[in-house]
């Protein structure tokens, strides 16, 4: 097999994610030479910006404003500590508020509570004559409301009709 083919079968496995540090050592080395094919430019290009990290310049002052949030994170664990621990809390009171708010629905209320059919209709006949017991008896107080309906109507149709007449 020859170089380019060697260098186009990493090239694939770089691009798909499958190469080891060593393969891309061998294309680095690769691409530092000079005399490159046309189709490797771009490759070599890319290599060179990944792994030449000496071309990229950094900003003014970007030494000293690292070092100084390291050493203030360093140097002041407490807040780091209670950043973790705040975060921590609302992980659990979401974690708990989901299990609080997503609860099981009780599907127990449907279950046949009688295995003999008399049994149940005999107990449900209970039950709506139980009903209309407590229906009646709401009733009977708009009995007299309705008598007094009755008489407001007849003295409104009396004294309506008298004085149209």
Do not use: W
């Amino acid at each position: 097999m020859t170089d380019e083919k060697i260098i186009e079968q990493l090239l694939a496995a770089f691009y798909n994610g499958n190469t080891t540090p060593e393969e891309e050592n061998v294309l680095l080395t690769f691409f530092k030479n000079k005399d490159l094919k046309e189709k490797f430019q771009l490759d070599s290009q890319l290599f060179t910006l990944l792994y030449d990290s000496s071309r990229i310049p950094l900003p003014d002052g970007f030494s000293k404003r690292l070092e100084k949030a390291i050493d203030e994170h360093i140097a002041n664990p407490r807040k780091t500590y209670i950043r973790f621990m705040s975060a921590a809390a609302v992980i659990l009171l979401c974690i708990g508020l989901f299990f609080f708010l997503h609860k099981q629905p009780d599907t127990h209320f449907m279950a046949d509570t009688y295995s003999n059919p008399e049994e149940a209709a005999v107990a449900v006949e209970q039950a709506l004559m139980l009903v209309s017991t407590k229906l009646n008896q709401g009733l009977v107080p708009l009995e007299k409301v309705q008598e007094c309906v009755n008489m407001t109507n007849r003295l409104l149709i009396e004294n309506f009709y008298y004085t149209t007449n």
